[in-house]
């Protein structure tokens, strides 16, 4: 099976808006191959040919004066086409970043810098699912799955990409380990090979909940909707899917 190779991104910018002309000024990327770092990484500071915005400045710290020597885009572009090749990308809010590097590829003439990767995850999406009505900045997540981000004074592309990886791997904790075990080529904890075994034929026990559990996960659900303020979206389908008996 082939290994699963991820890379965690992030970039700093002029502004906020590359479709008004604000341009990429960082970049930073980390591997994750089968789910763990491998070490290696991608970091660029970029010319951007323009001014800063004071407001971007006030959250990265970055200024022309520092980018002056550092190169412009298309002398690091094949870099990092070549890091990102055919990965998974994880990126926090990803179509903010998407949109400067698919804008930076077309002012180099170059196809939109996404039809080089597999996949994206946009980590905020999935952490607006997973925490409904709550912050999900990185510096937020950082602080509710137990990830010291004391260090992290001023944004910075390189360090927010290495967050980022310690978020999404804590955010996902527990999903696909087999198949991380089988991606590791079957190799148990003592280093010896293991039989593949076919699951196909596997028949799992149904267990159904019990009316108390039921109860208590409808509890649960409207503790959640209720913090939310009504925005949860599976209020009515929960509602729905408790017994008659419940439902009063």
């Given at each position: 099976?082939?290994?699963?190779?991820q890379?965690?991104?992030d970039?700093?910018?002029?502004?906020?808006n590359a479709?008004?002309?604000?341009?990429l000024i960082e970049?930073?990327?980390?591997?994750?191959?089968?789910?763990?770092?491998?070490?290696r990484?991608?970091?660029?500071?970029?010319?951007?040919e323009?001014d800063i915005?004071?407001?971007a400045i006030?959250?990265?710290?970055i200024?022309?004066?520092?980018?002056?020597?550092?190169?412009?885009?298309?002398?690091?572009?094949?870099?990092?086409r070549?890091f990102v090749?055919?990965?998974?990308?994880?990126?926090?809010?990803?179509?903010f970043?998407?949109?400067?590097?698919?804008?930076?590829?077309?002012?180099?003439?170059?196809?939109?810098f996404?039809?080089?990767?597999?996949?994206?995850?946009d980590?905020?999406?999935?952490a607006?699912q997973m925490?409904?009505?709550k912050?999900?900045s990185l510096?937020?997540?950082?602080?509710?799955?137990?990830?010291?981000?004391?260090?992290?004074t001023?944004?910075?592309?390189l360090?927010?990409?290495?967050?980022?990886?310690?978020?999404?791997?804590?955010?996902?904790?527990?999903?696909?380990s087999?198949?991380?075990?089988m991606?590791?080529?079957g190799a148990?904890?003592?280093?010896?090979?293991?039989?593949s075994?076919?699951?196909?034929?596997?028949?799992?026990?149904?267990?159904?909940?019990?009316?108390e559990?039921?109860?208590?996960?409808?509890?649960?659900?409207?503790s959640?909707?209720?913090?939310?303020?009504g925005k949860?979206v599976?209020?009515?389908?929960?509602?729905?899917?408790?017994?008659?008996d419940?439902?009063?």
């Amino acid at each position: 099976m082939p290994a699963m190779r991820q890379i965690v991104l992030d970039t700093e910018t002029t502004g906020l808006n590359a479709a008004t002309g604000d341009r990429l000024i960082e970049i930073g990327c980390v591997e994750l191959v089968n789910r763990r770092l491998t070490g290696r990484h991608l970091h660029y500071y970029v010319h951007p040919e323009r001014d800063i915005d004071e407001g971007a400045i006030a959250v990265h710290g970055i200024t022309l004066e520092f980018l002056a020597d550092k190169p412009k885009f298309g002398e690091i572009v094949h870099h990092v086409r070549e890091f990102v090749e055919g990965a998974e990308l994880i990126i926090h809010n990803a179509a903010f970043d998407l949109g400067f590097l698919d804008m930076e590829f077309q002012l180099l003439g170059l196809p939109p810098f996404r039809e080089h990767v597999a996949n994206v995850i946009d980590t905020l999406r999935e952490a607006r699912q997973m925490f409904p009505g709550k912050r999900n900045s990185l510096d937020a997540l950082c602080d509710r799955l137990g990830i010291s981000n004391a260090h992290r004074t001023l944004h910075g592309a390189l360090l927010d990409a290495e967050l980022l990886a310690e978020v999404y791997l804590a955010m996902t904790r527990g999903q696909n380990s087999l198949v991380i075990d089988m991606l590791d080529g079957g190799a148990g904890a003592s280093g010896n090979a293991i039989a593949s075994a076919d699951l196909s034929r596997l028949q799992l026990p149904v267990l159904a909940p019990t009316a108390e559990e039921l109860a208590a996960h409808a509890m649960v659900l409207k503790s959640l909707d209720d913090e939310s303020r009504g925005k949860t979206v599976w209020k009515e389908i929960a509602a729905a899917e408790v017994p008659t008996d419940l439902a009063a």
